[in-house]
């Protein structure tokens, strides 16, 4: 981009911003045909950038040995796949997290009308169900566990009673 280029090279922040200046500031002014410009400027610089990107991958696809970058493009795509990796990993693991403190939050509520109790109590204290008679639910089609309140099974569908 050029230094007199304020809003270009700011992606699409730079487009929000060109786009205010272009509202506040008259069109028919210096000042507006200045920024005007530089907005057009930068929108086609943008898709000349889209179009040689289209193209260089083309020529890459077509032979790959052709180009000195290809070692190190390979490296790249490496890094890429173990990132990728490890980004599922650790959203593995959040999921996991959340699931853990959903099941702690599930501990202790009650079976019938899903009040949560605190911790030792036997009897639900809004509508007094047996807290310690009362495991989990579970289908009766599949055996899948149940939420306390759930009239359908998440796991085959059928209509619990």
Known sequence: MTSNDPFGGLGSLGGILGGIARSVVPQDTP?????????????????????????????????????????????????????????????????AAEAAKAAQEAAGRCPGCGNKNPDGVRFCQECGTNLAAAGPKHCTSCSAELAPDARFCGGCGTRQE
């Open 31 to 95: 000042e507006g045909k200045l920024l005007a410009a530089q907005g057009d400027l930068a929108h086609l610089r943008k898709q000349e950038n889209e179009l040689l990107l289209e193209i260089g991958r083309e020529a890459y696809r077509r032979d790959p040995s052709a180009w000195p970058q290809d070692a190190r493009l390979q490296l790249v795509q490496q890094n890429i796949a173990t990132a990728e990796h490890a980004a599922g990993e650790a959203r593995a693991a959040q999921e």
